[in-house]
């Protein structure tokens, strides 16, 4: 299935054999210390910069009901982000994935964003459209 909305997304969560989880990592947007006069050129023309996790949460598809949902919940937390990961993780026949399979999925999800490793991600923006990075 063509992911083209927070929407679809969740709609493919819903349909897939086996339980899911839905993952996701709030990250902001940050100009590292040592960058160079370049790299804050373009930081500051909207281009550029370090992915830095903030928050993350896992639900089941079920859970949620459209995006505007999952930005209300963030937003009780006080913390600026600009776009948000998404991936999930597959229970068994019949069995939702446990919490802690979940929480180790977030942690290591979170570990691949800090490190720019965000090919397995969908990452959308706050209007809950995909974003193309790169």
Do not use: H
Request: net charge negative.
């Amino acid at each position: 299935m063509d992911i083209s909305s927070f929407d679809d997304l969740l709609q493919a969560a819903r349909y897939q054999p086996l339980p899911q989880r839905l993952l996701f990592v709030f990250a902001g947007v940050e100009l590292p210390d040592e960058a160079t006069p370049e790299q804050r050129a373009r930081f500051e023309a909207g281009e550029g910069g370090a992915l830095v996790p903030v928050m993350c949460v896992d639900k089941s598809p079920q859970e949620l009901d459209s995006f505007e949902i999952l930005v209300q919940e963030a937003s009780q937390f006080g913390q600026p982000w600009g776009m948000v990961f998404a991936a999930a993780v597959s229970g068994s026949p019949g069995e939702p994935p446990t919490s802690e399979e979940a929480e180790k999925a977030l942690e290591r999800m979170v570990e691949s964003i800090k490190q720019g490793d965000i090919g397995a991600y969908i990452p959308f923006d706050r209007r809950g459209q995909p974003v193309n990075i790169g």
